[in-house]
Nanobody, 124 residues
């Protein structure tokens, strides 16, 4: 059974930093594409960043490029999202997601497994 458990959310002031973690348990966890999505009330879930399983090709939404860094530790089955220079527009519930593909799709509907979400709140 695949399980994803996020941690590391919280409240920070604008300009601050947070590091999200996602503990991932699954058979052959290293073969999964993994991603971070975020969602605010009334909006669709948005892919923030993703990382492919073998080449570790990364993707970043334009709104976070240069500020956020996604990484994965396959040995410890953990996905990370380092978030710097946070601003109030980054406030959202952040979700860890995974699918058993070698590439990472854009749509949330193409991901099979989800964590419970962790709240990130950035105050001005």
């Amino acid at each position: 059974q695949v399980q994803l458990v996020e941690s590391g959310g919280g409240s920070v002031q604008a300009g601050g930093s947070l590091r999200l973690s996602c503990a991932f348990s699954a058979p052959s966890a290293s073969i999964y594409c993994m991603a971070w999505f975020r969602q605010t009330p009334g909006k669709e879930r948005e892919r923030v960043a993703s990382i492919s399983p073998t080449t570790r090709t990364t993707y970043y939404a334009s709104s976070v490029k240069g500020r956020f860094t996604i990484s994965r530790d396959n040995a410890n089955n953990t996905l990370y999202l380092e978030m710097n220079s946070l601003n109030p527009e980054d406030t959202a519930v952040y979700y860890c997601a995974a699918n058993g593909r070698v590439f990472c799709p854009e749509s949330s509907g193409d991901y099979d497994y989800w964590g419970q979400g962790t709240q990130v709140t950035v105050s001005s």
